[in-house]
C-alpha cells in the first residue's frame, strides 16, 4: 500500500473527547469528599467548584492543564478550610477523570472511515491521553502540550510539530478541533487546512473563513474527499 499523501489531526477535548461529563463527575466526586471532610463544605456548591477553573485560568492560560487544574483545586478546598489537603484531592479529581473519560459516539467510527485514506494524529493543549480516554492506538502520532517543551495552541511551534510529526507539506495536512481560534485561525496561520468541528451550531464568529465546517465528525470522510481535491 502507498504511503498516505495527506494527514488529518485532531484536537482532543470537545472534539474527540466528551470531556464535560468526565470533568463534572470528578467536580461531583470532590465536593462528596469535601463534605466529608469538613463541615464547613456543606455552603460549597458544585457551581462553586466549576467557578473557581474560570478564576483561575486567565492567569494560568500558558500553563499545563494539571497546574490550572490544582490551582482551582486548591481555591475550591479553601472554601472548606481543606488547603493542606490538595494532593489527595488531586488525586481523586483525576482518577475520577480519567475514569468518566470516553470518546463522543461519533469519533472512534469516523477515524475508522478515515484510516485507510489518511495518516491521523491527535494534538492537544490538555492532559487528555489517548490511551486513558478510549483512543489507544486510535492515531499514528500524538502530540501534548508541554511534552519535551512543546508550546501550547495557538503558538506557532505547536503547528510546526504537527507538521513535522506527519511528514507532510502543511497543506496537505487537515486540522479538526471545536476552538476557532486555536484550531482553525492559529492552524490556518502556518499553512494547514483547519475544519472547525461545531457541534452546538454556533454563529460562525466574524472574520473566521474556516476551510469547512460540520457539526459532526461523522460528516468529515465525505468532506475530505472534497476538500483535499482542492488547490
Keep these: 500500500m502507498s504511503e498516505p499523501r495527506t494527514a488529518v489531526v485532531f484536537d482532543a477535548d470537545e472534539t ?30 458544585l457551581a462553586d467548584l466549576e467557578s473557581d477553573w474560570g478564576a483561575v485560568f486567565g492567569a494560568l492560560s500558558a500553563a499545563p492543564v494539571q497546574e490550572i487544574r490544582r490551582a482551582a483545586l486548591a481555591r475550591s478546598l479553601a472554601r472548606a478550610g481543606l488547603d493542606e489537603h490538595l494532593d489527595e484531592f488531586a488525586a481523586l479529581f483525576f482518577a475520577r477523570r480519567f ?24 494534538a492537544t493543549n490538555g492532559n487528555s491521553r489517548a490511551e486513558r480516554c478510549g483512543l489507544a492506538g486510535q492515531c499514528t502520532f500524538e ?10 495552541k495557538p503558538a506557532p511551534e505547536f503547528y510546526a510539530a504537527v507538521v513535522t510529526a506527519a511528514g507532510l507539506p502543511p497543506e496537505r495536512i487537515v486540522y479538526v478541533g471545536d476552538s476557532p481560534e486555536h484550531d482553525v485561525v492559529a492552524a ?35 468532506l475530505l474527499l472534497d476538500l483535499l481535491a482542492r488547490p
Design 16 to 45: 474527540l473527547i466528551d470531556l464535560r461529563p468526565a470533568v463534572t463527575g470528578a467536580l461531583v466526586a470532590v465536593l462528596e469528599e469535601m463534605r466529608r471532610w469538613a463541615p464547613a463544605a456543606a455552603g460549597v456548591s
Design 99 to 122: 475514569a468518566l473519560s470516553r470518546p463522543f459516539p461519533d469519533a472512534v467510527p469516523a477515524l475508522a472511515a478515515l484510516r485507510p485514506r489518511h495518516l491521523l494524529g491527535l
Design 143 to 152: 502530540l501534548y502540550a508541554h511534552e519535551n517543551g512543546l508550546p501550547k
Design 188 to 222: 490556518q496561520r502556518v499553512g494547514l487546512r483547519a475544519v472547525w468541528l461545531n457541534r452546538a451550531g454556533l454563529p460562525r464568529p466574524p472574520g473566521l473563513t474556516p476551510d469547512a465546517e460540520v457539526p459532526t465528525l461523522a460528516d468529515l470522510p465525505d
